[in-house]
């Protein structure tokens, strides 16, 4: 297995895919930080998928490629809300989130965006903070009758040339 990717945009035969690296990743990498019934609740949400067709093809998502598979993607809500990240357990720590968050910023900056937000889970935090992102609060949220601990996130972008 190939160790090299490629970041591009989402193309309609990903979307099955994405929904499995969302699952795998919750369950494979998430779960330490969260209850078995919480991680049920959450991979639920894939499994929804006219609701998860559509909101991937409704928002800019940006997707990494290793050796002609998706291995994660990032979901941007414009103009400036990152709503899902997510890395296939096989791909953690290689670079790939870093990549696609670059793209992402990228795209906000192209577009005239000054700031980036994200509500980050307890897994995703310090990787969000080591690229930036301030901690503005935590928060708990609910979602499929279960409750979440995550972090409302900031970073302010520079602009070119600054």
Not at 40 to 47: H, N, Q, S
Not at 147 to 157: I, S
């Amino acid at each position: 297995m190939s160790t090299d990717f490629i970041v591009r945009g989402l193309i309609q035969s990903d979307i099955n895919e994405l929904a499995e690296i969302f699952q795998r990743s919750i369950r494979e990498v998430a779960s330490r930080d969260y209850r078995p019934a919480q991680v049920e609740a959450w991979t639920r949400f894939a499994e929804e998928t006219s609701t998860w067709e559509q909101r991937m093809q409704s928002r800019e998502v940006w997707v990494a490629e290793c050796d002609g598979r998706p291995i994660g993607f990032i979901q941007l809500d414009p103009p400036d809300h990152i709503d899902l990240t997510y890395v296939h357990p096989d791909f953690q720590r290689r670079g790939v989130a870093t990549a696609l968050l670059a793209k992402t910023e990228a795209w906000a900056r192209k577009n005239g965006g000054a700031i980036l937000r994200v509500e980050a889970s307890i897994t995703s935090r310090p990787f969000f903070a080591a690229c930036g992102f301030e901690t503005i609060a935590p928060q708990i949220v609910t979602a499929r009758g279960e409750d979440f601990l995550n972090y409302r996130m900031q970073k302010r972008l520079r602009m070119a040339g600054n």
